[in-house]
T-cell receptor, first 116, second 110 residues
Framework: NAGVTQTPKFRILKIGQSMTLQCAQD?????MYWYRQDPGMGLKLIYY???????DKGEVPNGYNVSRSTTEDFPLRLELAAPSQTSVYFC???????????????FGNGTRLTVT | GQQLNQSPQSMFIQEGEDVSMNCTSSSIFNTWLWYKQDPGEGPVLLIALYKAGELTSNGRLTAQFGITRKDSFLNISASIPSDVGIYFC??????????FGTGTRLKVLA
């Protein structure tokens, strides 16, 4: 069971370039999330999805786009990369149902992005 | 955006010592989670707490869900070198919204 898989692990972009960060989970989780982690800080939510075809903004969505065409995949798109987007990006998933004991977040190993 | 107050920010301890850290908030949460992050990796779940007052252990780790639902505590007993890392708390409110603390950086002196 691979869990949450993120690619690439590292990337350097020039200002104005675009790229897609890939995320896939094999746990049949309905919820998926993208977070960014800046040095010395906690995790901030960029976008999330409650199921295929449904996405919504988190705390810091500007400069990013997402799509969720399947339950397994949740790519994050950066358009016109800026130095402020230099960060470590984590994808996560969880199962959230009707009961109180929803599964906690399961994280991938992150993508380290530098924009210069 | 809102973040939890997590303390201490960092700490050095001697191997074998016990460690305590906590998270506090002005808001009520339904679930408290504790994660550990090793360098270059994603956070890994240590303990999940679902009820106010709940006390849960995972090996040498013990965590508690505060009675007021506004705080949580994590204790590590008899620390060892592999306990080094960053410990994050997270509070869940609603079905998707997780708020994270800024982390406690633990460094163990052998």
């Amino acid at each position: 069971n691979a869990g949450v898989t993120q690619t690439p692990k590292f990337r350097i972009l020039k200002i104005g370039q675009s790229m897609t960060l890939q995320c896939a989970q094999d746990m049949n989780h309905n919820y998926m999330y993208w977070y960014r982690q800046d040095p010395g800080m906690g995790l901030k939510l960029i976008y999330y999805s409650v199921g295929a075809g449904i996405t919504d903004k988190g705390e810091v969505p500007n400069g990013y786009n997402v799509s969720r065409s399947t339950t397994e995949d949740f790519p994050l798109r950066l358009e016109l990369a800026a130095p402020s987007q230099t960060s470590v990006y984590f994808c996560a998933s969880s199962y959230t149902g009707a009961g109180p004991y929803n599964s906690p977040l399961h994280f991938g190993n992150g993508t380290r992005l530098t924009v210069t | 955006g809102q973040q939890l107050n997590q303390s201490p920010q960092s700490m050095f301890i001697q191997e074998g010592e016990d460690v305590s850290m906590n998270c506090t908030s002005s808001s009520i949460f339904n679930t408290w989670l504790w994660y550990k992050q090793d360098p270059g990796e994603g956070p890994v779940l240590l303990i999940a707490l679902y009820k106010a007052g709940e006390l849960t252990s995972n090996g040498r780790l013990t965590a508690q869900f505060g009675i007021t639902r506004k705080d949580s505590f994590l204790n590590i007993s008899a620390s060892i070198p592999s306990d080094v890392g960053i410990y994050f708390c997270a509070g869940q409110r609603g079905t998707y919204k997780y708020i994270f603390g800024t982390g406690t950086r633990l460094k163990v002196l052998a």
